[in-house]
């Protein structure tokens, strides 16, 4: 298949920039896997459209506030670093702004002086090595109190408070971006579906800028897909076993539990407790080992992400349902509205 099989128009008015307040009333349009069908709801309603006995596994995963404003210490000039992941240590290999002026050595300073980091290696892509100094226990206290959530490019505002750009069962800090089908949940929400008979299992994969890469390849089997950690533990294999065996549904909430769940069935044969390191590409032709349902966000023109919806859901109906979007004006993309596929 090309990319631009993929490619739709999106009016600009229909990215959103902020959240839902609450979470749960975003819209969440309805899609048949099989048969096509569209229904329009509301996130709330939720606990009408499942069936006790379904399983809804989530990405635990907590963004870290990753990206920090600073300045060179000799020239006063301001710079950013974006941390990716720890290398080593306090080494962090960061994308910096303006890259080719932070050459090797140079220090950075942030907030009152209390973080620095020293620039220690520039590599092929680019990207830096960077070391932290700081005075508190870790660094991530430096980064709750100097750093800013990583958006996307897409996201012009910026937020007046960061846990918008969390779910609220985010735990294991490690992603650079939210696995955000699950910024719909509230806890509210949660305790009527698990009153309800419907069963949550986590599971981590953390999320990497990767994600926002493009597809440049016009054949999109040329496309190589970014590396992400992730782990299943023994409980919630145990849970999606059980739920398999009594005929029930395993629903993946977001695109990220998704590639954890058919990562492991890919690997394995089945899912276990397990952990490991992902660059699953599924796009149309992909047989689904794992999961029976998804609750997704709408996501870019020729994105890997609407790639592996139509892997799912079947490209017609996948792409008839993006155009329903865009006429019923549903709002798109991280902060925008949902998808259910069962």
């Not at 969390?166 to 949940?185: D, N, W």
């Not at 950690?229 to 999606?240: G, P």
Request: proline share 4%.
């Amino acid at each position: 298949m090309q990319k631009s099989d993929f490619y739709f128009e999106l009016p600009k008015e229909l990215i959103a920039q902020e959240p839902c307040d609450p979470r749960d009333a975003a819209r969440l349009l309805c899609l048949g896997r099989q048969s096509g069908e569209i229904q329009h709801r509301v996130f709330r309603e939720l606990p009408a459209l499942l069936e006790p006995g379904d399983l809804l596994v989530v990405n635990n995963s907590k963004v870290l506030p990753a990206r920090l404003i600073g300045h060179k210490d000799q020239t006063g000039a301001v710079c950013e670093l974006l941390l990716l992941h720890q290398v080593k240590g306090d080494i962090w290999e960061c994308l910096a702004k303006p890259g080719k002026r932070l050459h090797v050595g140079t220090k950075v300073v942030f907030g009152d002086g209390s973080l620095t980091a020293v620039i220690r290696e520039t590599k092929e892509d680019g990207n830096k090595y960077a070391e932290f100094f700081y005075d508190t226990q870790t660094l991530y206290e430096k980064l709750d109190a100097f750093g800013k959530m990583p958006l996307p490019p897409y996201i012009q505002k910026q937020l007046e408070d960061q846990s918008q750009y969390q779910t609220v069962y985010a735990k294991e800090l490690g992603s650079a971006a939210a696995p955000t089908a699950g910024l719909h949940f509230t806890p509210q929400l949660i305790d009527t579906l698990k009153a309800q008979g419907i069963r949550f299992a986590e599971v981590t994969l953390h999320v990497g800028l990767g994600t926002f890469r493009p597809v440049k390849e016009d054949n999109i089997l040329e496309h190589k897909m970014h590396t992400e950690w992730y782990s299943i533990s023994e409980e919630t294999a145990q849970m999606i076993q059980q739920t398999k065996q009594a005929g029930h549904r395993v629903i993946a909430v977001g695109t990220t539990s998704c590639r954890t769940l058919e990562s492991a069935a890919a690997k394995y044969g089945k899912i276990g407790c397990c952990s490991g390191d992902t660059d699953i590409f599924i796009y149309p032709g992909y047989e689904f080992k794992a999961i029976d349902g998804l609750i997704t966000n709408f996501h870019l023109p020729e994105s890997t992400l609407i790639m592996l919806v139509s892997a799912f859901c079947g490209y017609e109906n996948t792409m008839h349902a993006y155009q329903t979007a865009v006429k019923e004006r549903y709002r798109f993309f991280s902060f925008g509205d949902a998808m259910l596929i069962i």
